[in-house]
């Protein structure tokens, strides 16, 4: 709940800087006596951000560009080499340049697809590590009955995974990767390469495991583009047509924030639906939220206060949350930037306030739909809480005071796109081996 726009803060992560980033390339160096930080130092600039964006990523990029002397331009090469770098066994303080023996006996592609089924089926059932040895040599198991790679033994190819090619490591009794996005990345590989890779990636779409796979749908987007738009980005185009867009920046505004989430609108007198509670000090009317509408998913309200014939009232947008699956990927192909002007709409204006009076009424709910739009789009005030709900989803990457909005041009781009694929598709079927 977000009790007074004017005066909350939105707080949020910051990923990794390169600041940080370069006085941790140090330490490493001085850790293993060698200069490849200091070499990578020199060209942190032309770094990805995604690249840096935590400590464990840092030192991944490290131990590659240890071995390989160049930088990955894209995510999905970044961990490729990874695995490269990995499987060759090149130790950075080793100069002869040998591979450690694979107990396993897998040779490179074989060991990569057995990593990527026993990933796949660690995501299905909500793992990010095993509690033991033996779970672990269970799941190895189940991997190779998906993936049809036979291993010396199960056993043994998790003792590569260790030691050999050391993507996991021991912490107690526990096995895990280093870090969880290299589960995350050959989950992503296996559906690539899956052989009905539309098919499968579509169920896990549509499924209660979406949430859980939303990293992994991320690399998948970098690795197959086209895949990831033809089933993902797909989907919400073509509930984005059918929501519509609106004809002005106000209507595209309330039109972007329905396409996402199911919202209504109310003014509520505040000596009947509020309670005080002190922050910092002072003393705030907080919104008694609808316990009927909160069983029915709509947790959020956002909301002002403004003064008509000498009573209080809140103006009140409550909503539900993203769909759990919605991908910021596919909201970023389907929607544009747009500068917001928030300071300026911080007070209700007792015009604002009288108009809405008439149009939403007192003490009850209203749908956001599109009847409601067409009266509500040129109260200024009643924007600016729209606008804030789709502030406080920007990327951490958006420009400041800037909001996503559903752009037409870019939905119809992705609809033609996978048209025209789809077409291609039929008119070659059968002359393509």
Same mark, same amino acid.
């Given at each position: 709940?977000?009790?007074?726009?004017?005066?909350?803060?939105?707080?949020?992560?910051?990923?990794?800087?390169?600041? /940080?980033?370069?006085?941790?390339?140090?330490?490493?160096?001085?850790?293993?006596?060698?200069?490849?930080?200091?070499?990578?130092?020199?060209?942190?600039?032309?770094?990805?951000?995604?690249?840096?964006?935590?400590?464990?990523?840092?030192?991944?990029?490290?131990? $590659?560009?240890?071995?390989?002397?160049?930088?990955? %331009?894209?995510?999905? #090469?970044?961990?490729?080499?990874?695995?490269?770098?990995?499987?060759?066994?090149?130790?950075?303080?080793?100069?002869?340049?040998?591979?450690?023996?694979?107990?396993?006996?897998?040779?490179?592609?074989?060991?990569?697809?057995?990593?990527?089924?026993?990933?796949?089926?660690?995501?299905?059932?909500?793992?990010?590590?095993?509690?033991?040895?033996?779970?672990?040599?269970?799941?190895?198991?189940?991997?190779?009955? @998906?993936?049809?790679?036979?291993?010396?033994?199960?056993?043994?190819?998790?003792?590569?995974?260790?030691?050999?090619?050391?993507?996991? +490591?021991?912490?107690?009794?526990?096995?895990?990767?280093?870090?969880? #996005?290299?589960?995350?990345?050959?989950?992503?590989?296996?559906?690539?390469?899956?052989?009905?890779?539309?098919?499968?990636?579509?169920?896990?779409?549509? *499924?209660?495991?979406?949430?859980?796979?939303?990293?992994?749908?991320?690399?998948?987007?970098?690795?197959? *583009?086209?895949?990831?738009?033809?089933?993902?980005? +797909?989907?919400?185009?073509?509930?984005?047509?059918?929501?519509?867009?609106?004809?002005?920046?106000?209507?595209?505004?309330?039109?972007?924030?329905?396409?996402?989430?199911?919202?209504?609108?109310?003014?509520?007198?505040?000596?009947?639906?509020?309670?005080?509670?002190?922050?910092?000090?002072?003393?705030?009317?907080?919104?008694? /939220?609808?316990?009927?509408?909160?069983?029915?998913?709509?947790?959020?309200?956002?909301?002002?206060?403004?003064?008509?014939?000498?009573?209080?009232?809140? @103006?009140?947008? $409550?909503?539900?949350?993203?769909? /759990?699956?919605?991908?910021?990927?596919?909201? +970023? *192909?389907?929607? #544009?930037?747009?500068?917001?002007?928030?300071? #300026?709409?911080?007070?209700?204006?007792?015009? %604002?306030?009288?108009?809405?009076?008439? @149009?939403?009424?007192?003490?009850?709910?209203?749908?956001?739909?599109?009847?409601?739009?067409?009266? @509500?789009? %040129?109260?200024?005030?009643?924007?600016?809480?729209?606008?804030?709900?789709?502030?406080?989803?920007?990327?951490?990457?958006?420009?400041?005071?800037?909001?996503?909005?559903?752009?037409?041009?870019?939905?119809?781009?992705?609809?033609?796109?996978?048209?025209?694929?789809? %077409?291609?598709?039929?008119?070659?079927?059968?002359?393509?081996?």
């Amino acid at each position: 709940m977000l009790p007074d726009i004017v005066n909350s803060e939105t707080f949020r992560f910051l990923p990794f800087n390169q600041l /940080q980033a370069k006085s941790l390339l140090k330490r490493y160096d001085t850790i293993s006596g060698l200069d490849v930080g200091e070499n990578l130092y020199k060209q942190i600039d032309s770094v990805p951000t995604k690249f840096i964006e935590s400590p464990l990523l840092v030192s991944l990029l490290y131990r $590659t560009f240890g071995v390989n002397k160049s930088i990955a %331009d894209r995510i999905c #090469t970044f961990y490729d080499e990874i695995y490269h770098a990995l499987y060759k066994g090149h130790d950075l303080i080793n100069k002869n340049g040998y591979g450690r023996e694979k107990k396993s006996n897998l040779d490179f592609e074989d060991f990569r697809k057995l990593l990527r089924a026993m990933c796949y089926y660690m995501m299905l059932n909500r793992k990010t590590s095993f509690e033991n040895w033996s779970e672990a040599t269970m799941y190895i198991e189940k991997a190779i009955a @998906i993936s049809s790679i036979e291993p010396s033994s199960p056993s043994k190819f998790l003792d590569d995974l260790l030691i050999s090619v050391p993507l996991m +490591h021991r912490d107690g009794n526990e096995i895990k990767f280093f870090h969880k #996005t290299l589960l995350e990345y050959f989950t992503a590989e296996y559906l690539v390469m899956y052989k009905s890779s539309s098919e499968l990636l579509q169920k896990l779409f549509i *499924s209660k495991l979406a949430p859980s796979f939303d990293k992994t749908f991320e690399f998948l987007a970098e690795i197959n *583009s086209s895949l990831f738009d033809n089933v993902i980005t +797909h989907h919400f185009a073509l509930l984005a047509n059918n929501n519509g867009y609106g004809n002005s920046y106000a209507e595209n505004v309330y039109y972007s924030l329905r396409f996402q989430r199911h919202c209504k609108v109310g003014l509520w007198s505040i000596s009947e639906f509020a309670y005080k509670k002190k922050m910092r000090d002072k003393d705030h009317f907080i919104f008694k /939220q609808d316990k009927r509408l909160v069983e029915n998913g709509y947790r959020t309200s956002i909301y002002n206060e403004g003064i008509l014939n000498g009573e209080k009232y809140f @103006i009140v947008i $409550t909503h539900t949350e993203l769909p /759990q699956n919605f991908h910021k990927f596919a909201w +970023h *192909s389907l929607s #544009t930037l747009k500068k917001t002007n928030l300071e #300026t709409k911080s007070d209700f204006s007792n015009k %604002d306030i009288e108009e809405l009076f008439h @149009i939403l009424g007192r003490n009850t709910w209203n749908t956001l739909d599109d009847e409601l739009i067409e009266k @509500i789009k %040129d109260n200024s005030s009643l924007l600016g809480l729209a606008e804030a709900i789709l502030e406080n989803e920007s990327d951490a990457f958006d420009e400041m005071d800037s909001i996503r909005v559903l752009s037409k041009e870019k939905v119809d781009t992705i609809l033609y796109k996978v048209k025209s694929e789809e %077409d291609f598709l039929i008119e070659t079927e059968g002359l393509i081996a």
